[in-house]
């Protein structure tokens, strides 16, 4: 459904995406995720046919974004992270005006502002001024100017921006929904666990370039070399500890009261074996399995792990 390939864009000496490549399939909620300055606005702007690459192509649906642009924008409903509304306005008058330049009939105009006032859960301020909307009321406005078109594909840039908790879960409730509909979303944010939610898979990107990729699982469970296993037990956790020190793969023992932690780079056929040690060696374990990063913390370690492999440059 989108397609990146090989894309790099300058902004002066800057280097913006470099050789940025990914491939979304069709109806997926798809989160991009990287520190400021990483290139998932520019990307964006690039789909949304808001910039020209330098070099590469991107595709939506298989339409080139450059060659095929103006097809492109009538299947993408684009939202930025910045965005304004018409002082003025009521909702309805805002969406009506967007509908007319879909060319939307004016016959049509009334019934889908209302649907699409119900989908965004803004339907008691179809007379509300827009200027007078909280900022979650904007965004959720904002949204619903993006599906006047019925897009195949929603890009959106920060959605939850500056939205308090109340108003992120409403955003997250929209977006779910709008996959059961059949949509494809790319989804950048900051709020890392809401998009672990949300998100069916997550690219991670670093100074212009793509990090990794891959469904929400996998990255979690991205990592160099020893895993981090957890064995709990109901006693005896210090002898478990020490006893664990000896066995071949392990390392960084750490027990608490009822836990043992460490580190353990053996395969499967081989953790088999260490529980089979543990309940030999009569201790009662009632639970042993491999403690996965949150998206957060995975985050910070395959950035981490790229600063490495570039010398820290």
């Known amino acids: 459904m989108i397609r990146f390939n090989g894309i790099y864009k300058n902004f002066g000496a800057t280097r913006a995406l470099d050789n940025f490549s990914l491939e979304i399939g069709r109806g997926l909620v798809y989160g991009l995720i990287g520190p400021n300055g990483a290139g998932k606005t520019t990307a964006m702007s690039i ?10 192509t991107a595709t939506v649906n298989g339409l080139d974004v450059v ?3 103006e097809k492109v924008r009538g299947i993408i409903g684009y939202m930025p992270d910045f965005f304004g509304v018409y002082d003025g306005l009521r909702a309805t008058e805002y969406l009506e005006f967007f509908a007319a330049a879909h060319h939307i009939p004016a016959h049509r105009r009334p019934g889908l ?10 339907p008691d301020k179809a007379d509300v001024y827009v200027d007078s909307l909280s900022r979650g009321m904007k965004q959720r406005l904002a949204l619903a100017r993006c599906l006047v078109h019925d897009p195949k594909v929603l890009i959106l840039d920060e959605p939850a921006s500056g939205l308090d908790p109340r108003a992120r879960a409403e955003m997250k409730e929209i977006i779910r929904h709008l996959k059961h509909l059949g949509k494809t979303v790319l989804i950048s944010s900051h709020i890392l666990p809401e998009l672990a939610e949300i ?3 997550v690219a991670i990107m670093e100074a212009g370039r793509l990090v990794v990729a891959g469904t929400v699982a996998e990255i979690t469970a991205v990592s160099r070399g020893a895993r981090q296993m957890r064995v709990a037990v109901l006693d005896r956790a210090g002898e478990l500890a020490g006893f664990l020190a000896t066995r071949p793969g392990v390392s960084e023992t750490l ?3 009822q836990e043992v932690r460490f580190l ?20 009662p374990v009632v639970e042993f399995t491999e403690v996965r990063r949150n998206l957060e913390e995975a985050f910070m370690a395959v950035t981490a792990e790229g600063v490495e492999d570039n010398g820290g440059n």
């Open 264 to 283: 353990f780079d053996g395969n499967q056929a081989e953790q088999a074996a260490l529980l089979q040690a543990m309940v030999s060696g009569g201790w």
């Open 47 to 56: 789909l949304a046919t808001l910039l020209l690459p330098e070099a590469g």
């Open 67 to 69: 060659e095929e642009a």
């Open 113 to 122: 502002v209302r649907t699409l006032l119900e989908l965004v859960n803004l």
């Open 199 to 201: 998100c069916d898979a």
């Open 255 to 257: 027990a608490d009261e």
